[in-house]
């Protein structure tokens, strides 16, 4: 069994960065391609990015793309997203699931999530 945890979430100045880590326990993560998520209030959980099981291939939703990196370190079991010239609409809960197949759902693993918040 899988256990994803974030961390990494705070408050932040818009224009700032921070850098969210997925932790993964329980399995070996490199088993599992990883997908960012956020879900802002009142609205739909939206996909961020997605990167392959060894890491070589990424994609991003057109929101975050250019702002956005989404890497990962299977040997410390962890996926990070650096976010760079934030802006107040991404602040959400950003969460981190786990697949074996392919980017798109259904997600096999979630984590609790991580609050980000872009406001001066």
């Known amino acids: 069994q899988l256990q994803l945890v974030e961390s990494g979430g705070d408050l932040v100045q818009p224009g700032g960065s921070l850098r969210l880590s997925c932790a993964a326990s329980?399995?070996?993560?490199?088993?599992?391609?990883i997908v960012w998520f956020r879900q802002a209030p009142g609205k739909e959980r939206d996909r961020v990015s997605c990167?392959?099981?060894?890491?070589?291939?990424?994609n991003y939703a057109d929101s975050v793309k250019g702002r956005f990196t989404i890497s990962r370190d299977n040997a410390k079991n962890t996926v990070y997203l650096q976010m760079n010239s934030l802006k107040p609409e991404d602040t959400a809960v950003y969460y981190c699931?786990?697949?074996?197949?392919?980017?798109?759902?259904?997600?096999?693993?979630w984590g609790q999530g991580t609050q980000v918040t872009v406001s001066s």
């Open positions: 329980g399995s070996t993560l490199d088993y599992y391609i």
């Open positions: 990167i392959s099981r060894s890491g070589s291939s990424t």
């Open positions: 699931a786990a697949v074996r197949r392919s980017c798109a759902p259904p997600y096999e693993y």
